[in-house]
C-alpha cells in the first residue's frame, strides 16, 4: 500500500508562512505529477496547487496564486507547498496525492492523514 506522509501544518497568525512537506512511498513519484488539496471543516476537499513529474510545470487555483508555491524533490520522493501570507480562509486539513496535471484529477485513492493548518487573524 502506498504512503503519504504529510507535516509542517500549524498554528500561525495571519500574513504568517507555513511550509508543509508530503512523502509518499510511490514507486513511480519521480514519474508522477502531484498535488496539494485542502478541506476546511463543513466543506469538500479542494484542489491547491498541482507540479508536474519534472518540476517544470505548476498549476494554482486562483485563490492561492501568488502567495504559495509548489516544489518537488524527487531524489527525495517530497514534494512541498510553500505557503506565505497566510489568511484566516486558508485554515483546513492539507493533504497530496498523486494527479493527472492535465485535469489535476487524483489517480489514487489512498490518501494520508493530512496536516493541520490553522490561521488566526
Known amino acids: 500500500q502506498v504512503h503519504l506522509v504529510e507535516s509542517g501544518g500549524g498554528v500561525v497568525q495571519a500574513g504568517d508562512s507555513l511550509r508543509l512537506s508530503c512523502t509518499t512511498s510511490?514507486?513511480?513519484?519521480?514519474?508522477?505529477?502531484m498535488g496539494w488539496f485542502r478541506q476546511a471543516p463543513g466543506k469538500e476537499r479542494e484542489f491547491v496547487a498541482a507540479i508536474s513529474w519534472s518540476g517544470s510545470s505548476t498549476y494554482y487555483t486562483e485563490s492561492v496564486k501568488g502567495r504559495f508555491t509548489i516544489s518537488r524533490d524527487n531524489a527525495k520522493n517530497t514534494v512541498y507547498l510553500q505557503m506565505n501570507s497566510l489568511k484566516p480562509e486558508d485554515t483546513a486539513i492539507y493533504y497530496c496525492?498523486?494527479?493527472?496535471?492535465?485535469?489535476?484529477?487524483?489517480?489514487?485513492?489512498?490518501w494520508g492523514q493530512g496536516t493541520q493548518v490553522t490561521v488566526s487573524s
Open positions: 510511490r514507486r513511480t513519484f519521480g514519474f508522477d505529477s
Open positions: 496525492n498523486a494527479i493527472d496535471y492535465g485535469d489535476r484529477r487524483v489517480i489514487d485513492d489512498n
